[in-house]
C-alpha cells in the first residue's frame, strides 16, 4: 500500500485498515487547521487505489480486515461511481468487513443526493465523520469552515436517511469568550436536526501554525479557560434533543463527558458541574499547542 504524507484518521479508526482514496483536503483552508497543509488536493487514481486494495489483501488475512477507512480529509468529495467501484472491490476482497468510514464536511455531503448516499449504503459505505465544528454561521465564516448550518443540515440529513452513520464534531471552544453562546445554541439546533449516531467533542486550542493561531499570538482571539468551556459545553448538552452517543475522546477535552442522549442527559450535566467545581490547577494549561493529535 501507498501512502503520501501523514495520514489522519478519527481515533475510532485506530484499528481500521487504511486505504488512501484522495491526497489532502479539497478545502484545506480552515484557519484553525493544519492537517493538510503541506499537501496539493488530489483524487487518486482508481486503479492506484484498486491496487492499493489488492496489495492489502494479499498482505492481510482478508478474513481479518473487519474495517477500514478511506483516507484523506473528505473523500467522500470522490464521485459517487469511483466510491462505488472501490467499495465493491473492499467488499469482494475483504469478506469479513464489517464496516467502512471515510471524512465528509458538510459541503461535500450536501454535493450527494440521497438516493446516491443510499447506493452507497449498499455498496458498504457504513459511516462519515463529519467535522461540523459549531452550527454558528458567524462563527463558521470567521474560522473559514466553507460551509454553514443550513449545508450541515441538509448534508447531515441526507446522509442519515440513507441508513449511513454519521458522527458529528463539535469543537468547543472555537467561539472564544465573544461568541461562546451562540456557538453552543446554533451548534445545538443542527445537532437536533440531524440527529446523528454520534456527537463528538474537540476542544479547540491553537497552533502555531495556523490563522487561529497566529490571531491568538497577536492578541485577536480570546481563547476560553477550562471554565469557560464547560459553560459552554453545558449549554450544549442542555439543548441537545436527539438520541446520539455523546462522546468526550479526545486528550485536549477538559472533562469527560459521555452519555446516550436523552436518558443520560442529567448525569452529564451533572459530571460537567462536578468539573466546574475543581480548581484551576486540575485542568491543563491553556495557550498554543504544536499539535491536536
Ligand atoms: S478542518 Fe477539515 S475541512 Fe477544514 S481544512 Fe482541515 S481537513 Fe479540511
Not at 12 to 18: A, F, H, K, P
Not at 47 to 68: N, Q
Not at 169 to 175: E, H, I, R, T
Not at 191 to 203: E, K, S
Amino acid at each position: 500500500m501507498r501512502y503520501e504524507g501523514i495520514i489522519y484518521r478519527p481515533p475510532s479508526e485506530g484499528g481500521s485498515l487504511i486505504i488512501q482514496a484522495t491526497v489532502g483536503c479539497p478545502h484545506n483552508r480552515c484557519r484553525f487547521c493544519n492537517m493538510y497543509k503541506e499537501k496539493r488536493f488530489r483524487i487518486r487514481k482508481l486503479g492506484d487505489i484498486l491496487e492499493d486494495i489488492e496489495e492489502a489483501g494479499r498482505y492481510y488475512d482478508p478474513r481479518s480486515v473487519r474495517t477500514i477507512f478511506l483516507a484523506d480529509g473528505n473523500s467522500a468529495i470522490m464521485r459517487t461511481e469511483q466510491l462505488l467501484r472501490i467499495l465493491r472491490r473492499l467488499r469482494e476482497v475483504f469478506p469479513g468487513l464489517e464496516r467502512v468510514t471515510s471524512y465528509g464536511a458538510s459541503q461535500y455531503l450536501s454535493l450527494k443526493t440521497r438516493e446516491e448516499w443510499e447506493e452507497l449504503r449498499a455498496a458498504g459505505l457504513t459511516r462519515l465523520h463529519c467535522g461540523m465544528e459549531s452550527g454558528h454561521d458567524p462563527l463558521l465564516l470567521r474560522v473559514n469552515k466553507g460551509t454553514s448550518m443550513r449545508k450541515h443540515i441538509e448534508g447531515g440529513r441526507a446522509v442519515r436517511a440513507a441508513g449511513i452513520e454519521l458522527s458529528m464534531y463539535y469543537m468547543a471552544g472555537l467561539g472564544g469568550r465573544e461568541m461562546w453562546e451562540a456557538h453552543a445554541l446554533d451548534s445545538a439546533r443542527v445537532l437536533n436536526a440531524v440527529d446523528p449516531d454520534f456527537i463528538r467533542v474537540r476542544t479547540f486550542s491553537p497552533m502555531p501554525d495556523t490563522e487561529l493561531g497566529e490571531d491568538f499570538l497577536a492578541g485577536n482571539f480570546s481563547l476560553q479557560e477550562p471554565r469557560g468551556v464547560l459553560r459552554e459545553l453545558r449549554l450544549l448538552v442542555e439543548n441537545l434533543e436527539g438520541n446520539g452517543l455523546f462522546l468526550s475522546d479526545h486528550w485536549l477535552n477538559f472533562a469527560d463527558i459521555h452519555g446516550r442522549l436523552p436518558q443520560d442527559k442529567e448525569a452529564m450535566l451533572l459530571s460537567i458541574d462536578r468539573a466546574l467545581a475543581a480548581p484551576r490547577e486540575d485542568f491543563r494549561p491553556v495557550g498554543l499547542i504544536a499539535s491536536s493529535l
